[in-house]
Nanobody, 126 residues
Framework: EVQLVESGGGLVQAGESLRLSCAAS????????IGWFREISESEREGISC????????FYADSVKGRFTISSDNTKSTTYLQMNSLKPEDTAVYYC???????????????????WGQGTRVTVSS
């Protein structure tokens, strides 16, 4: 059974930083990627970053490029999203998801089924 558990959200001021963590288990790491998404409406999540477990290839959406950094610690089966220079428009619930490897490498991350974490809220005040 795939399990994804996010942590690290919180309330910060504009310009500050946060690091989100996604602890993952229950799948063969090299066959998938891990992606970070944020909820932009009740029915839509924006894929903002992903990282290939196979070769470390990364993707960033234009909205976060240059400010966010994704990384993985395979010894801990954990993927991180370092978020710097946060803006009020970054306020959202952030989710990690198990992503099809090819979709991440095409810069269009797609979650495998409904393999999401529970989400962690990030609030950036101005």
């Amino acid at each position: 059974e795939v399990q994804l558990v996010e942590s690290g959200g919180g309330l910060v001021q504009a310009g500050e930083s946060l690091r989100l963590s996604c602890a993952a288990s229950g799948f063969t790491a090299h066959d998938y990627a891990i992606g970070w998404f944020r909820e932009i409406s009740e029915s839509e999540r924006e894929g903002i970053s992903c990282i290939s477990s196979r070769d470390g290839t990364t993707f960033y959406a234009d909205s976060v490029k240059g400010r966010f950094t994704i990384s993985s610690d395979n010894t801990k089966s954990t993927t991180y999203l370092q978020m710097n220079s946060l803006k009020p428009e970054d306020t959202a619930v952030y989710y990690c998801g198990l992503v099809y490897l090819a979709s991440c490498m095409r810069s269009s991350p797609v979650v495998v089924g409904t393999n999401w974490g529970q989400g962690t809220r990030v609030t950036v005040s101005s």
